[in-house]
């Protein structure tokens, strides 16, 4: 049985289509391949005018960002008239593309200044700074007109937000700032921005503190500041700034950075006793440090119920070093220095030896130092002492020797004491 054909086909239905409507059909598609086309030159621009403008401008010459970015590259080679007027089109026909370019306007600004029209430049480049804060070009110029102007707390201002900015401009930046705060108007100037702890102090802490030519500058910075925030990160910076006042001589500084410090204690200034004050301190630069060695060490017990330490020492067979050092702040007058140990075996040839430094500008100077053998039980160590005008920071050293015995000493250090007579 045949079907039954209900309609024209599908075919046969086009053919029968008036003319007007392949007209309409043809112009849809090639505003369709038209549109298409723009999309996709313009995604190329988007996508390359950052990294290569020559290529976003081969597809879209009239791209805004294309234009001020290749813009850029030539004032950065070349800024004689001819390639001024050329920067200075590409800049203005940017402007008409996106008015919002603050990359653009601060382009009219450098141009401006060269030209020797400072007024208009700042002008310029206050405007560009309103459309985004953001732009590293103009941030710079905005600081080297605040210094050209002495006006030290408005270059910080910029400073500021130029680190914000972006990661790289830490090594541009960082070196000058450093530099700078051997003023003191800027240290001035820099607390309260220091205080706001922007996101860029902490990675520029840790590079000043190992690169200013005098760290107390840097720990006035932050006492004016009133302190850095109390976590770990902050924690590790202040102990490095105070192991580099230490390294320096920098003493008076130190002092007051460490009494600015949460958690600080004046005490362990003059205190050589194992306590909570001395040892395992939240700033370790100002308690009892131990030497890390694989020959010689110790290790400090846990407190007991009067908060008393003890360090169980080391020294292998033929070693001689170092245990650990403290520094103290004694202040001129007599005093007893007395020292409580036991060992369980007595090694003839291995020694214990006490050494007090006065530090100087000159170097450190021997102020005394006492010997004992180790010996199995308890044993101690006395030595009587002053202190002048002329040694008011010292340090404290313990260092031991092994001996031949082959399996070299062992000893506990109960109690240290240093106390006025």
Same mark, same amino acid.
């Given at each position: 049985?045949?079907?039954?054909?209900?309609?024209?086909?599908?075919?046969?239905?086009?053919?029968?289509?008036?003319?007007?409507?392949?007209?309409?059909?043809?112009?849809?598609?090639?505003?369709?391949?038209?549109?298409?086309?723009?999309?996709?030159?313009?995604?190329?621009?988007?996508?390359?005018?950052?990294?290569?403008?020559?290529?976003?401008?081969?597809?879209?010459?009239?791209?805004?960002?294309?234009?001020?970015?290749?813009?850029?590259?030539?004032?950065?080679?070349?800024?004689?008239?001819?390639?001024?007027?050329?920067?200075?089109?590409?800049?203005?026909?940017?402007?008409?593309?996106?008015?919002?370019?603050?990359?653009?306007?601060?382009?009219?600004?450098?141009?401006?200044?060269?030209?020797?029209?400072?007024?208009?430049?700042?002008?310029?480049?206050?405007?560009?700074?309103?459309?985004?804060?953001?732009?590293?070009?103009?941030?710079?110029?905005?600081?080297?007109?605040?210094?050209?102007?002495?006006?030290?707390?408005?270059?910080?201002?910029?400073?500021?937000?130029?680190?914000?900015?972006?990661?790289?401009?830490?090594?541009? /930046?960082?070196?000058? @700032?450093?530099? !700078? =705060?051997?003023?003191? $108007?800027?240290?001035?100037? %820099? #607390?309260?921005?220091?205080?706001?702890?922007?996101?860029? /102090?902490?990675?520029? @802490?840790?590079? !000043? =503190?190992?690169?200013? $030519?005098?760290?107390?500058? %840097? #720990?006035?910075?932050?006492?004016?500041?009133?302190?850095?925030?109390?976590?770990?990160?902050?924690?590790? =910076?202040?102990?490095?700034?105070?192991?580099?006042?230490?390294?320096?001589?920098?003493?008076?500084?130190?002092?007051?950075?460490?009494?600015?410090?949460?958690?600080?204690?004046?005490?362990?200034?003059?205190?050589?006793?194992?306590?909570?004050?001395?040892?395992?301190?939240?700033?370790?630069?100002?308690?009892?440090?131990?030497?890390?060695?694989?020959?010689?060490?110790?290790?400090?017990?846990?407190?007991?119920?009067?908060?008393?330490?003890?360090?169980?020492?080391?020294?292998?067979?033929?070693?001689?070093?170092?245990?650990?050092?403290?520094?103290?702040?004694?202040?001129?007058?007599?005093?007893?220095?007395?020292?409580?140990?036991?060992?369980?075996?007595?090694?003839?040839?291995?020694?214990?030896?006490?050494?007090?430094?006065?530090?100087?500008?000159?170097?450190?100077?021997?102020?005394?130092?006492?010997?004992?053998?180790?010996?199995?039980?308890?044993?101690?160590?006395?030595?009587?002492?002053?202190?002048?005008?002329?040694?008011?920071?010292?340090?404290?050293?313990?260092?031991?020797?092994?001996?031949?015995?082959?399996?070299?000493?062992?000893?506990?250090?109960?109690?240290?004491?240093?106390?006025?007579?």
């Amino acid at each position: 049985m045949s079907r039954k054909r209900i309609g024209p086909s599908r075919f046969a239905a086009l053919r029968t289509k008036p003319p007007l409507f392949w007209v309409k059909i043809a112009v849809i598609s090639v505003v369709t391949a038209y549109l298409a086309w723009l999309s996709f030159i313009h995604a190329v621009a988007n996508i390359t005018w950052d990294q290569n403008s020559d290529v976003a401008l081969s597809y879209v010459p009239d791209h805004p960002l294309a234009l001020s970015r290749k813009a850029d590259e030539l004032f950065a080679a070349k800024q004689d008239p001819e390639t001024l007027a050329k920067v200075e089109a590409m800049a203005k026909q940017s402007l008409r593309g996106g008015a919002l370019n603050p990359v653009a306007i601060r382009l009219l600004g450098y141009v401006a200044d060269v030209r020797g029209d400072t007024d208009k430049a700042r002008e310029l480049m206050l405007l560009s700074q309103k459309v985004s804060r953001r732009d590293f070009g103009t941030q710079l110029w905005l600081i080297e007109d605040a210094v050209a102007r002495g006006d030290k707390k408005q270059a910080l201002y910029h400073y500021d937000i130029a680190l914000r900015t972006t990661p790289s401009s830490f090594p541009i /930046l960082f070196p000058t @700032l450093t530099g !700078a =705060i051997s003023d003191p $108007e800027v240290r001035v100037a %820099l #607390a309260p921005i220091v205080r706001q702890a922007p996101v860029w /102090l902490p990675a520029y @802490l840790s590079e !000043a =503190i190992n690169t200013v $030519e005098n760290p107390a500058n %840097l #720990a006035d910075v932050l006492v004016k500041a009133g302190g850095l925030p109390d976590n770990v990160t902050y924690r590790g =910076i202040s102990n490095a700034l105070l192991v580099q006042l230490a390294s320096k001589n920098k003493f008076p500084a130190f002092r007051q950075y460490y009494l600015s410090l949460k958690g600080s204690n004046r005490a362990a200034f003059q205190s050589a006793s194992l306590t909570k004050n001395t040892v395992n301190v939240r700033y370790s630069a100002v308690g009892w440090q131990v030497v890390e060695s694989p020959g010689i060490g110790g290790s400090f017990s846990q407190p007991d119920s009067k908060g008393r330490l003890a360090l169980s020492a080391f020294a292998g067979s033929g070693e001689r070093g170092e245990v650990m050092r403290k520094l103290l702040f004694l202040d001129p007058g007599s005093y007893r220095f007395q020292a409580q140990f036991s060992a369980q075996d007595g090694v003839s040839d291995a020694e214990i030896r006490w050494d007090l430094q006065c530090i100087t500008a000159e170097g450190n100077v021997a102020k005394w130092f006492v010997t004992t053998p180790v010996r199995a039980g308890n044993f101690a160590q006395m030595q009587d002492f002053s202190i002048g005008n002329d040694c008011r920071n010292q340090i404290l050293i313990l260092q031991a020797a092994g001996g031949s015995n082959q399996l070299g000493a062992e000893f506990t250090l109960r109690s240290i004491n240093i106390t006025p007579r």
